[in-house]
DNA sequence: GCTGATTATGGAAACGTTTCCATAACTGTA
DNA sequence: TACAGTTATGGAAACGTTTCCATAATCAGC
């Protein structure tokens, strides 16, 4: 059976096709009465317009990408569901995609947007480092970047980003630990080279002891990848070679608790023997045991300003911005003072 | 600049539009040496075909959804990841949608299939008890559940489902504890009506106290609704009213974790006072402290069969089917034997 | 009631594909 | 060489919209 379309009903209701496609699409030179009849219509034949006809006409679908690095991770989870209901309730259809083997996230984003005829793309997370204005220029829809590091010497009219201070957030951690007293501070980082969001936080560990006169140890210093298991491996690894530290940042909650199966398997208390700080301030965070000490990221915020600048650029002819949001620490119960 | 279509690739490569076509779609009746040369233009020009016109020919997208029920969740987080990577594969664009207004799962759906002219629809979680056979009709595309119940009376060949035995999991969990010596058992469910996961949950929680003689006690029940703040806040209520009990069940990790929260607060060990046990085997339960001992999902099993199941209908005209999988209880930390 | 301006409406082209149908170009056989 | 049978190709209609352009209807001012 085939569906009704916009001539049955310009047919039933004994109008031309314009004037239907006019009510449809609420422009105001329709008069009320001829409205109304045809509003009545469309109801009654539960008429609803064919997208993809409309998309070729216009030339443009209502499709916004999102990409997402990497396997599951809950803040990521939680990013996708805000910017979801924003995207969403601005008229958009929202595809995801998960970028899981090892292509470059700039070509997993061209191919995801030619591929699908994206109207725009968000990308969540990332590695970015390589970007050429070019790379940008390619990509021909508003492009976003947020939960990653945006590179140097990028043509900022070009992209948007929402995005934290990396290394001040994990500057003022350090700085946290410090000031319990802690000098002998043990680092889980991310392995990536370039100018990555694990490289910045590592930075801002170097400079926090840097400007505490703290010597840094390269034997403090451990990589894992966002994950459980990786921070507990990494956390086993510095346990037994830097067996004298006191506290351990590490970079993500994910790798934190990860960090702490190891510490309390090997006998050691948290707080008591070792402090814990994290990164990220995801709902496990406080509902661990102990409750976790670590760096807010105002992750609701963060989504709906990401949502709000594409749709801002789309629908009005927005230009492109830079928003960078502040985080905390939250105190919990996972450091003490020395 | 107008995007190269498919009358310039024909023109430039001195074909017919047909014959072009029938390169891109792969039909059998082209000449290879006309192949290759048509290929080659479609390379250097770097032809995409367009969808929307494609879609309108076709009359059918390539686009399915993903309904989500409710709001984050880590369980639905990693179906969600699974489900998209499978279903990019076969070549359909996955479009979420979280259901987070109270509307009713079934028209969520339908107006979600209807609006964005889908294939297919996959629903993760969501309250389908009052389903019909006429809601399913009226949908008319492939509607595939997972990870919650099925009513009764449906035709069942109308629909797919993979699914698990909640009542048999939730059985095989209370019986953990009754084994362990335990009789006075706390009962963390959720709060809903009719046939849905947590009323077979706590179905299963009755008929094992029936089958060992223990005596079911209406104060040992507390509802909450499958997140850390609710678990924790029943736990609170369940710790007054029962201060007793030596034994909670939670029927999803994330509530047993904040009823965790709850029971260290008061003082209590686990699971030297009260011993604990989830359902569902998030990541988190196995990293929590003491990793808590729980009901193991097959999430990964689950959600690719979910997405195999959708694209056999599509592209191989499969038949419905529905599939339960096992569940199993996976010991760790968190339950003491009496 | 006439004019000119304004408002409301209808017709048809165009968006870029796929596919049916017709025909041209080849094959192999007699 | 002629023919039927096959294979390869091209032309054009159709999918369901939106929007430009033309025209019909209405209105205000005299």
């Known amino acids: 059976m085939r569906n009704t379309n916009i001539k049955d009903i310009a047919r039933i209701a004994g109008v031309g096709v314009s004037t239907v496609s006019r009510v449809i699409n609420g422009h105001p030179e329709v008069k009320e009465e001829t409205r109304k009849h045809i509003q009545e219509i469309i109801e009654k034949y539960n008429y609803i317009p064919n997208n993809s006809a409309r998309n070729l006409k216009r030339t443009e679908t209502m499709d916004v990408g999102l990409l997402i690095k990497g396997m599951y991770n809950p ?144 034997h403090y210093f451990e990589v894992g990848a966002y994950t459980f298991e990786t921070g507990y491996l990494a956390m086993k690894r510095l346990l037994k070679k830097a067996s004298d530290i006191t506290a351990v940042f590490a970079i993500s909650d994910l790798m934190a608790i990860g960090a702490a199966r190891a510490i309390l398997e090997s006998g050691r208390r948290i707080p008591d023997d070792i402090s814990l700080i994290g990164f990220d301030d995801i709902d496990y965070a406080s509902y661990f045991n102990p409750p976790l000490t670590t760096v807010h990221q105002p992750v609701e915020e963060i989504a709906e300003t990401t949502a709000d600048v594409l749709v801002d650029i789309l629908d009005e002819g927005g230009i492109h911005r830079h928003v960078i949001f502040d985080t905390e620490i939250v105190v919990r119960a996972s450091c003490n003072a020395l």
Chains 1, 2 share one sequence.
Request: aromatic fraction near 8%; proline fraction near 1%.
């Open 75 to 218: 803040f990521f989870a939680r990013m996708v569901q805000s910017i979801e209901k924003r995207l969403s309730m601005a008229g958009y259809s929202v595809i995801i995609h998960y970028n899981i083997d090892n292509s470059k996230d700039i070509d997993a984003a061209y191919e995801f947007i030619t591929e699908k005829k994206l109207r725009g793309i968000i990308c969540l997370g990332g590695d970015f480092d390589q970007l050429t204005d070019e790379d940008i220029e390619r990509l021909r829809v508003p492009f976003i970047l947020t939960s990653t590091e945006i590179p140097l010497d990028l043509d900022k009219t070009k992209f948007s980003s929402v995005i934290i201070d990396n290394e001040k957030a994990s500057y003022t951690a350090v700085m946290h630990l410090i000031n319990l007293g802690h000098s002998k501070i043990g680092l889980i980082s991310s392995g990536e080279e370039d100018r990555s969001v694990g490289t910045f936080r590592t930075e801002g560990y170097i400079k926090a002891l840097r400007d505490q006169q703290i010597e840094k140890q390269d």
